[in-house]
């Protein structure tokens, strides 16, 4: 085998690695943007920010044990 | 002395013919990659292009190696024969004709070693670039567009009643129902996550005229680096308003490392 076809082999090895490799996380697919919500599930009542995000807002139920720290969104006094 | 002279000589062919080896090795491949690399790129649906990523890092790897063989062959068949050689020679106040062509032969290799370094630049550029463009502006209005589409087309999922997304978000994010009050989470497309990844990107496209005019000016012009990089963050803070507090952080640590860097030749 020449240089030349040696390079070609070597690359075609290469780009058959790259396109094989399993990415981390899997495959992404494309999704549409979609709306969710979380009901709570002790009274089925809307998460409804009236004192805060964590705590449900009619039975007290707790939503998320973590205390939130300012993001780009919420920040920490949105817990409850 | 000729033996000394001889050795020296030899030396300096040899280095030379293994630099320019490893030099027609990496044209060879780099030259071939390139549509390679290309066509990874433009079959690649990935919207990270990680297997472009995946085959670019392993041509990059590639040319790692020969620089590391090139210094490791520097250090143990130039250097370290010219200390060898300088032991053997008379001491200091006895400059002979060996003395000069052994500091001509280490000023040589040097060179020719710089000029080696040059060249794995180009050949690294030339990778990197390989791929061409994306059209980042058009994609982004593309997402622009969907935005405006779907805004009001989405319902409080508690109450239904119609709630309307108040600014194109990048990641999750919570929308207030106007009726219940209930906090629904809105989850863009993958599309304008996107935008949030390819932010500094378009930035750099859209102002890659300032940073040409910096890079062709000779010295190099502190100033104009400036605005070259004062106009890119303005640009990526258009893209991601809600960025902007992090980004102006960013851009004072990227123009002090600019101004306590040395290379403005």
Redesign the interface.
Known sequence: MN??DK??S??ER??Q???N?E?YGG?????????????CPECGA?????QG?TVCAYCGFKFMDIRLTDG???RKQNNS | MSGVLEKIGQTQDKWFVFLDKLESRMH??CT??VP?IRE?FE??R???K???G??LM??RGQINQMRSKANEVREEKIFQFIDGITSELPGHGFFTGSHDRLYTFRIACINRHNLFEEKIAFYMSLLNNAAGEQDLEAAYQEQLQA?EA?RDQ??????AGQ?TIPDL?F?A?????PF?????????????QMVLHQARSLAEQRTAHLLKTYEESKPKNSLLYRQYLRSMFDEWNKIVP??AEENEKFYQRLLQDHLNSINHY
């Open positions: 240089e030349k390079t070609l070597y690359l290469l780009k690695q790259a396109v490799q990415n495959e992404i697919k494309a999704e549409e943007a979609k709306m969710e919500v979380r009901d809307g998460r409804a920010f009236h995000l780009l969104y919420i | 060879e491949i071939a990659a390679e990874v079959q690649d990935d919207p990270y990680r297997a472009h995946h085959l392993g041509l935005f779907i989405f319902s409080c999922k508690q109450c709630m978000f990641i994010t919570y929308v207030t129902c219940c009050q209930t906090q629904n989470t809105f989850i863009p497309s993958t599309g304008a809600d960025m």
